[in-house]
């Protein structure tokens, strides 16, 4: 099966989600949490990530993750990962409670995509604020993707709304997609123990440019010829479409200083960068900048 046809798949049995005029959705993806060691790559934006959740909780967004939340690849248990980063899944217990959190699962967390994993692996965590352990993703899936569909709040359709196809973006190339259990064992105990010297991955899209280009070549021939709006992660690119490219990209939360992510409201798309800045007294806060922004309604058109 060819790229085209994964991507086309992804979104065979994706659950549909309203996207209206009073929508609040963020979109982030690729946050390779890990188990607070060298390797951890979340750790350096693990404050920025965590303000911009307290952030999106507080403005009733709904949260949206597109795959790689977790860094499953370098590493092999799950309960690790949430007990290094329990109050980060403290936050999206809250998000699951109040039914604003979608989970997409990516190649770095293919395993996801089986419930009893999850269920066996991430159903529930030690909270150390009640002393007990608290329920997580016990019932909730993880998807390959997800459709926004651009309905009235009625519910019938709105011609003035396009309708979204996401997921994380794995699917164009081979390695990371049919073959990702042989990708999990080279970056296991090759890729892994030697970028410790410095040595970066080069079947990874998000480190190699030549790979990174290929896959986004993918991604944004599938959107074209679909004529269809697409949004992933992978890359570690962000990226807005446009009505001649429909191809979107939330960047990730692994950047050298900042995190990056794509929020729509309502009508309104944005590209946003969280990041710290200094005040004039020269004391530091978590910002938030909106780098790029447009209108759904350019995209009406879009099946």
Same mark, same amino acid.
């Given at each position: ?23 609040? /959705? ?29 952030? /999106? ?107 979204? /196809? ?138």
């Amino acid at each position: 099966m060819g790229y085209y046809h994964r991507i086309s798949n992804a979104f065979q049995s994706a659950p549909v989600l309203t996207l209206c005029k009073s929508s609040r /959705y963020v979109m982030i993806s690729d946050c390779h949490r890990g188990i607070g060691t060298w390797g951890d790559n979340f750790l350096k934006n693990q404050n920025l990530y965590f303000a911009a959740l307290k952030y /999106y909780y507080k403005n009733g967004f709904t949260y949206i993750e597109l795959g790689d939340g977790d860094e499953l690849w370098e590493n092999r248990k799950m309960e690790q990962i949430i007990e290094i980063h329990e109050n980060i899944f403290w936050l999206l217990s809250l998000f699951l409670r109040e039914k604003r959190l979608y989970m997409i699962y990516g190649n770095h967390d293919m395993v996801k995509k089986n419930q009893t994993y999850v269920k066996n692996h991430g159903s529930s965590y030690y909270c150390t604020s009640t002393k007990c352990r608290e329920e997580l993703f016990k019932s909730s899936p993880f998807y390959e993707g997800i459709i926004l569909k651009g309905l009235s709040c009625g519910g019938s359709p709105d011609s003035r709304l396009p309708t979204l /196809y996401l997921t994380h973006g794995h699917q164009a190339s081979l390695l990371n997609s049919t073959l990702w259990k042989l990708s999990r064992f080279l970056v296991r105990y090759i890729w892994a123990p030697l970028e410790r010297f410095g040595v970066l991955d080069p079947t990874s899209a998000a480190k190699n440019n030549t790979a990174k280009n290929k896959t986004e070549k993918r991604l944004s021939y599938w959107a074209e010829s679909n004529h269809r709006i697409l949004m992933t992660g992978h890359t570690h690119r962000p990226m807005m479409g446009s009505a001649d490219s429909p191809y979107f990209n939330t960047g990730s939360c692994v950047h050298p200083r900042c995190i990056t992510c794509i929020e729509i409201i309502g009508e309104n798309i944005f590209l946003v960068k969280w990041t710290l800045s200094t005040k004039s007294d020269y004391t530091l806060y978590v910002s938030r900048e909106v780098l790029e922004q447009g209108s759904l309604s350019e995209f009406t058109d879009f099946v």
